[in-house]
């Protein structure tokens, strides 16, 4: 079930159990660093002991062809090696607003799941 749009720290959880997970869309090929969010809530729930949450990261992205393939990750466990803070600038739209990056996500130590995957046609 997908959780309000102002629901922090999670996107979607199970009607049946108590699992919630971040889920983010990425329009390129599978790489190892995705925008994650906010800085604050995340920071609070480490601070009080809590896990990152568990990540779903869809990437998908069009080949030369312009056919759409895709794959979606699963991300179980991560670790604060795998957050990068970051600081948005002083002229954009939310002028020094303190976000994260998900990064090393592809590396051999990090735990993930394929849960699907759509090559496209010529690959």
């Not at 329009?27 to 800085?39: D, L, T, V």
């Not at 994260?100 to 690959?123: A, C, M, T």
Request: one cysteine or more.
């Amino acid at each position: 079930m997908k959780l309000p749009s102002s629901f922090p720290l999670f996107d979607v959880r199970c009607v049946r159990c108590l699992f919630r997970a971040q889920v983010k869309t990425a329009r390129c090929k599978p790489k190892g660093e995705i925008f994650g969010a906010g800085w604050s809530i995340l920071e609070k729930n480490l601070k009080a002991g809590h896990m990152i949450p568990p990540l779903i990261v869809n990437f998908q992205w069009k080949d030369r062809s312009r056919r759409i393939a895709r794959k979606v990750f699963f991300f179980p466990f991560l670790t604060q090696q795998n957050i990068r803070k970051r600081q948005r600038s002083k002229h954009g739209r939310r002028p020094e607003y303190k976000e994260f990056n998900y990064i090393g996500l592809l590396d051999k130590n990090v735990p993930h799941k394929v849960l699907l995957e759509v090559p496209s046609p010529r690959e």
